[in-house]
């Protein structure tokens, strides 16, 4: 019996020991795993310049359309002195203006849309580009559209009873087919 | 052997398990679902010997480590995460950077 007893405890210890080996081990693979998705994020920031959307700038959301950068003639895509593109949009219930946007394609964009009521959303399908849309802020991305296609813009945050009518597209065309000199002149969109 | 699909022709078989710093638990579980467990030959054992022996045959059982535990736990993080790449590098990815 004491025999018996000694080799329990002898048992008991080594149980103890593979717990620990064990726990050890576990703790090692989830630090692992964690150091892994934590590269990932910073090498996807620093590589590619990913970052979320910033929605820190303000602007009176009572008066876009009375005149500044919001106003209905600088609405859709203006390419400025230094070549750089910017698409403005102006979200209100139940629609975006420009309806249709038109952009070109491998080229860096910088898309900045304001609320003239509500918070509403901002995607375009089969991209990363999605952020929220609140009065009083300006959401400002950076994207770059890699080849030429049509994409859909509905707005992804319940806005009121037509919110499921509220629809834009982003028609991608290659840089050759896109109106540069124009669009440094006046916005440009789908149909001007 | 035991017919596991048809409970009624199950045979239960008791184990008394006492560890020396713990609480004694009772376990009873179809003869040949012990028998068929990973284990089932050091439990077999256990119980062809007296109940001193089957603690000793639990606390063998106990000291080889939770093995099933293990790999549960590994093949269910190990899908999770390879969900995330999968996503990271087949949808994330090809949609673009934004900034």
Request: aromatic fraction near 6%; charged fraction near 15%; hydrophobic fraction near 50%.
């Amino acid at each position: 019996m004491a025999e018996l007893t000694q080799a329990g405890a002898q048992l008991e210890a080594a149980a103890e020991r593979t717990a620990r080996r064990v726990e050890r081990a576990w703790g090692w693979a989830m630090g692992a795993i964690i150091a892994l998705l934590l590269a990932v994020m910073v090498f996807t920031t620093l590589h590619w310049g990913m970052q979320p959307p910033s929605s820190v700038e303000s602007i009176d959301s009572t008066r876009l359309q009375l005149g500044g950068e919001f106003s209905e003639a600088n609405l859709g895509t203006s390419v400025s002195s230094n070549g750089a593109v910017t698409v403005r949009v102006l979200a209100q219930q139940y629609a975006f203006v420009p309806k249709c946007i038109v952009v070109p394609a491998d080229t860096p964009i910088t898309l900045r849309a304001v609320s003239a009521d509500v918070v509403h959303g901002f995607i375009v399908q089969g991209t990363n580009v999605n952020t929220m849309v609140v009065p009083g802020y300006v959401a400002t991305l950076s994207t770059r559209f890699a080849q030429p296609g049509e994409h859909r813009m509905p707005c992804h945050e319940f806005c009121g009873v037509g919110h499921q009518g509220m629809w834009a597209h982003v028609r991608v065309v290659a840089r050759e087919q896109f109106p540069f000199e124009q669009a440094a002149k006046a916005a440009v969109n789908c149909e001007r | 052997m035991q017919d596991l699909e048809d409970p009624e022709s199950l045979e239960f078989t008791s184990l008394l398990i006492k560890p020396q710093n713990g609480c004694a638990m009772h376990l009873e579980a179809p003869a040949a679902v012990l028998d068929a467990s990973p284990n089932g030959e050091a439990l077999a054992n256990a119980k062809a010997l007296g109940p001193a022996d089957e603690q000793l045959g639990v606390a063998q059982i106990v000291a080889r480590g939770p093995r099933g535990a293990i790999v549960l736990a590994a093949l269910s993080v190990g899908v999770v995460i390879a969900l995330w790449v999968a996503f990271y590098l087949f949808v994330f990815l090809p949609r673009g950077t934004i900034g």
